[in-house]
Antibody, heavy 120, light 113 residues
Framework: QVQLVQSGAEVKRPGASVKVSCKASGYSFTRYYIHWVRQAPGQGIEWMGMINPSAGGTSYAQKLQGRLTMTRDTSTRTVYMELSSLRSDDTAVYYC?????????????WGQGTMVTVSS | QSVLTQPPSVSGAPGQRVTISCTGSSSNIGAGYDVHWYQQLPGTAPKLLIYGDSNRPSGVPDRFSGSKSGTSASLAITGLQAEDEAEYYCQSYVSSLSGSLVVFGGGTKVTVL
């Protein structure tokens, strides 16, 4: 079964860091980029960045440069998204997403989402 | 402020046709990049609805259709059903020094009256 499974919800203090994992199964993990997007409560979808699971190369949204780090572990087919210097407006559901190759490069594989709450 | 502009909401009675616009610019949709559409039900991850401007993945009903012209794209739902009440997002790309980056519209809430 093709799926991305994310780690569980997190509650963090302002200024802390959070690291969310996304484990792939059922498809060729190293073939397609894995992307991260987030959705603040009641808001739209914001693209954060992407990682090449094969070579490890990354591209990040400009507004998150300097706070965002994406890494991968090919042995466990897992990618990680770490966001540092957390602020209250980082409170959101974070999703990883990828493509199977069947539908151009549209995101047809999604994780279940991870709620990250930033609160003092 | 999203790079792609969508109306915040549209509504229609069951059986009617509704359309959702997605307006971009010459640096994204107008540059020839594909437009994809997603449906998001409350509390769930987005689901791919239309890919490559006008193609439906397997399992998506044919009452959903997509089109693109110039710097804009549209999603049409014909024969609106209660289960279509959801949030809809368009997605495309913009070129940058590090390659093509992903951009989303702000989302459109479809209400079935």
């Amino acid at each position: 079964q093709v799926q991305l499974v994310q780690s569980g919800a997190e509650v963090k203090r302002p200024g802390a860091s959070v690291k969310v994992s996304c484990k792939a199964s059922g498809y060729s993990f190293t073939r397609y980029y894995i992307h991260w997007v987030r959705q603040a409560p009641g808001q739209g979808i914001e693209w954060m960045g992407m990682i090449n699971p094969s070579a490890g190369g990354t591209s990040y949204a400009q507004k998150l440069q300097g706070r965002l780090t994406m890494t991968r572990d090919t042995s466990t087919r897992t990618v990680y998204m770490e966001l540092s210097s957390l602020r209250s407006d980082d409170t959101a559901v974070y999703y990883c997403a990828s493509h199977s190759g069947n539908y151009y490069d549209a995101f047809d594989i999604w994780g279940q989402g991870t709620m990250v709450t930033v609160s003092s | 402020q999203s790079v792609l502009t969508q109306p915040p909401s549209v509504s229609g009675a069951p059986g009617q046709r509704v359309t959702i616009s997605c307006t971009g610019s010459s640096s994204n949709i107008g540059a020839g990049y594909d437009v994809h559409w997603y449906q998001q039900l409350p509390g769930t991850a987005p689901k791919l609805l239309i890919y490559g401007d006008s193609n439906r993945p397997s399992g998506v009903p044919d009452r959903f259709s997509g089109s693109k012209s110039g710097t804009s794209a549209s999603l049409a739902i014909t024969g609106l059903q209660a289960e279509d009440e959801a949030e809809y997002y368009c997605q495309s790309y913009v070129s940058s020094l590090s390659g093509s980056l992903v951009v989303f519209g702000g989302g459109t809430k479809v209400t079935v009256l």
